[in-house]
């Protein structure tokens, strides 16, 4: 439990860290959505819980995993690298 709580705060940093780069910074994101995942996962069995949740949880994890590679492939054709800050893309 320990262990992914400790991941899950190295995963936060990783995504401070690599602001610039948008793939470093997916990738750090997935890193973050799998440790949520299986904290959430230990949790529940610990506590006997319905894991119907996790559906749900994933089906979310998989469509920001798609977005974020659309709008990576749509920085790249456009101005040729992902070596691009993430405030640029909140005024786009």
Known sequence: MMLNMMNFFISCLMT???YKHILLTL????????????TM????????????FFNMFLKV?????????TIL???????GNDYSL???LIKW
Do not use: D, Q
């Open 73 to 79: 492939i749509y920085l790249i054709r456009n101005s």
């Open 41 to 52: 996962y230990n949790i529940f069995n610990l506590m006997n819980f319905n894991f119907f």
């Open 16 to 18: 401070s860290f690599f």
């Open 86 to 88: 993430l405030l640029k």
């Open 61 to 69: 994890k998989i469509c920001e995993g798609i977005m974020g590679l």
């Open 27 to 38: 990738l750090s994101l997935e890193f973050l959505m799998i440790n949520l995942f299986l």
